[in-house]
């Protein structure tokens, strides 16, 4: 007598449906959870690679080889000679663009009162390859080069109660250690995806800064994008030896992956994650495994039967591990479009951390969304395929040394 396995098995699925949706809806749950928790953590690695490409160290940056050591007590002599290294710079082989800036401590005069806050000076034009400031700005523009103007945070110009054309005296540190203060009208406001920008950071035209710094001339650092087809480290490294070779000029030129802890901190997080969500199947999977161990003690009488009509221990684990990969089948399934689901929603409402991010400063958006990855989705169904298919072999393994007289008596 030929028993067809593949038909038995998903039969008996149907046997006691309750009981084999409960083992199903066990891995669904997992499968769902780990895929909403993949999207994220892809789409936090992406939006902080976005942003720290964007707004902090471009894909290369340059200083001068001793700022880094002294950089807590803002040491803008420590500074590069625009002229001589940007055309340098921007003729080498892998630079794709590139953009000047110097970043200081400003206190906004206000009422009698100081108010800290950070300045950028910045080269709104050659910005453009970094920043799309235009479609930050919220109210009014940005400012002009040579004018006395500035561009500040949403969240920074309603807790200082400041507007559009207001005058802000901005007092600040020199590059000679002297105290220095201008005033400045403000022409814009933006809003930046990360907090932090739109909190505590205020936008200058760069030639306004250098006078109010007294580095006429001069920028704190040279951020760099790279070619399609170039990696960083190898462009920072040419451009390292280049800057030495023609102007002996010692720099520290670092990758942007080089420069940020907390990119490397949440590199290492994915793969605790990826632990984690093996660790969820694997507890998803032991619904599976009590639900089987259970089905052989109530199938006792079965089992000596179809043993007596000649199925073999191998074809009786056979019987039962399909009865399990036809359940972690119709789970992963289930699990995984509706995760899919899930993200597609989150990918066009995003998910707003604004107050949970609230006074954390981390390069990441206030608002995330994640998208969805496709190969991230088959990853998970196929996984959760594999796990829960396997945690039947210890119950099917159970099945097949049964004896068949024990089985037949079973009450």
Do not use: C
């Not at 799309?132 to 561009?151: H, Q, Y």
């Not at 205020?202 to 790279?226: C, H, K, N, S």
């Not at 720099?251 to 990826?274: P, Q």
């Amino acid at each position: 007598m030929t028993i067809k396995l593949p038909a038995v098995a998903f039969r008996n699925i149907f046997r006691n449906f309750r009981r084999s949706m409960l083992s199903a809806i066990a891995i669904a749950v997992s499968a769902m959870a780990i895929m909403a928790l993949l999207a994220l953590l892809e789409a936090m690695e992406s939006d902080m690679a976005t942003n720290l490409v964007s707004y902090y160290t471009g894909e290369v940056r340059v200083r001068h080889e001793s700022f880094e050591q002294y950089e807590r007590y803002n040491p803008l002599h420590l500074s590069l000679d625009a002229d001589a290294v940007l055309p340098l710079v921007a003729d080498q082989e892998g630079v794709r663009a590139l953009t000047a800036r110097i970043n200081f401590p400003a206190n906004l005069y206000l009422n009698g009162n100081n108010n800290a806050a950070m300045g950028v000076g910045v080269d709104f034009a050659t910005e453009a390859a970094f920043i799309d400031f235009p479609s930050l700005v919220t109210e009014g523009r940005l400012p002009t080069k040579g004018n006395n103007e500035m561009l500040i945070g949403s969240l920074l110009a309603r807790d200082l109660h400041l507007n559009l054309g207001d005058k802000v005296t901005v007092l600040t540190s020199t590059a000679l250690r002297g105290s220095n203060a201008m005033t400045f009208q403000i022409v814009g406001i933006a809003s930046f995806p990360v907090g932090g920008l739109s909190a505590k950071v205020l936008y200058v035209p760069l030639d306004r800064a250098q006078y109010l710094l007294r580095m006429e001339g001069q920028v704190q650092e040279i951020l760099l994008l790279t070619e399609e087809g170039y990696k960083e480290r190898d462009v920072a490294s040419s451009v390292k030896e280049l800057l030495q070779t023609e102007l002996s000029l010692g720099t520290e030129t670092k990758a942007w992956k080089d420069l940020n802890t907390m990119y490397s901190f949440l590199t290492i997080a994915k793969v605790i994650y990826y632990v984690m969500g093996a660790i969820f199947f694997v507890l998803g999977s032991t619904v599976i495994i009590n639900t089987t161990m259970m089905v052989i003690y109530e199938r006792m009488r079965e089992i000596g039967t179809l043993g007596a009509l000649g199925m073999q221990g191998k074809e009786l684990t056979r019987l039962f591990l399909l009865e399990g990969t036809f359940i972690s089948i119709i789970g992963s399934t289930l699990g995984t479009i509706v995760g899919v689901i899930i993200v597609f929603i989150l990918s066009k409402v995003g998910l707003n951390f604004t107050e949970a991010m609230s006074g954390v400063d981390m390069e990441i958006s206030s608002i995330l969304y994640p998208q969805v990855n496709f190969f991230i989705a088959l990853f998970v169904w196929v996984y959760a395929i594999i796990i829960a298919s396997l945690s039947t072999l210890i119950p099917s393994r159970r099945a097949s040394k049964i004896q068949i007289v024990e089985a037949l008596r079973y009450v």
